[in-house]
């Protein structure tokens, strides 16, 4: 893979959430929203159902039931 190709790659398929006070997930979004927002920003999907379809996807490949897309990411 080339260096163009792996910035490419990183760009599109590896992320980091940052989970510092200026850098973390919005408490008050959901964690659909949260994910629909960055895979529409980083053009991986084109629309807001394909965005909406893989937001469930990626949380069943971590175990996760896709009705966590509708909690918010900070629970006090």
Do not use: H, N
């Given at each position: 893979?080339?260096?163009?190709e792996?910035?490419?790659?990183?760009?599109?398929?590896?992320a980091?959430?940052?989970?510092?006070a200026m850098n973390s997930?919005?408490?008050?979004?959901?964690?659909g929203?949260?994910f629909r927002?960055l895979?529409?920003d980083?053009?991986?999907?084109?629309?807001?159902?394909?965005?909406q379809?893989m937001?469930?996807?990626?949380?069943?490949m971590v175990?996760?039931t896709?009705l966590?897309?509708d909690h918010v990411?900070?629970?006090?």
């Open positions: 893979m080339s260096e163009r792996l910035g490419e790659y990183r760009w599109r398929r590896a980091m959430i940052f989970q510092t997930l919005d408490p008050v979004s959901t964690v929203r949260s927002r895979l529409l980083k053009q991986i999907v084109k629309s807001g159902s394909e965005a379809t937001v469930g996807e990626l949380l069943d175990g996760l896709p966590v897309a990411s900070f629970r006090a």
